[in-house]
């Protein structure tokens, strides 16, 4: 009787502990989980006459990320910002920013909250995927925890990762991403 109990009580901590994701939500797809891949579906709240997104090299072949439909001719009058979004070092090909072509005027997006901004109304799931990468969640396609979302007229929920530690350990969000205003709210669901 004595061993009875914690054994009983090992077996409801493991099976009552297991993290699960909800059966109404989906996989998200691998391609998602690249953020350079997700920008040709970024819907602007604004119009412009072009915009594109680059990242920091001084070749103009291997800059463009992704380029919306260009213009006959357009001149830069401004110099590249010197920092952007997504951060990933010091250096030629550390970061990304948004460049556009309003009324004839360059502007750049090159901060992660602009380029929120610039999205303006999430309109599907890899911009809502786009607004949690500036908040450092990442898509881990090897675990539904990391990898999972459901979407309806007012939110779209996903089920996102951030590393720990230095990728040893990963730590799995709740993230419910409001599509009129893009706000988040998050929570976690601990470590897997």
Do not use: H
Not at 37 to 45: E, G, H, S
């Amino acid at each position: 009787m004595k061993l009875l109990i914690p054994v009983v009580f090992l077996c409801s901590v493991l099976v009552f502990g297991q993290k699960t994701v909800p059966a109404d939500y989906k996989k998200i797809p691998e391609i998602l989980d690249n953020p350079e891949l997700l920008f040709p579906f970024i819907v602007p709240d604004k119009k412009y006459d072009y915009w594109s997104v680059l990242r920091n090299n001084p070749d103009p072949d291997t800059a463009v990320i992704y380029e919306s439909q260009t213009p006959d001719f357009m001149t830069l009058n401004d110099p590249a910002p010197g920092k952007g979004f997504f951060q990933k070092c010091l250096g030629e090909d550390c970061f990304s920013y948004l460049l556009a072509c309003e009324k004839g005027k360059t502007k750049y997006f090159s901060t992660e909250q602009q380029l929120r901004d610039f999205i303006g109304t999430v309109d599907n799931l890899p911009e809502a995927i786009l607004i949690a990468n500036t908040y450092g969640y990442t898509v881990d396609t090897s675990n539904s925890l990391g990898s999972s979302y459901k979407m309806d007229d007012k939110y779209i929920s996903l089920y996102l990762t951030k590393l720990i530690n230095n990728a040893e350990n990963k730590e799995s969000f709740s993230v419910k991403i409001n599509r009129k205003t893009g706000k988040q709210e998050v929570k976690s669901n601990g470590t897997y």
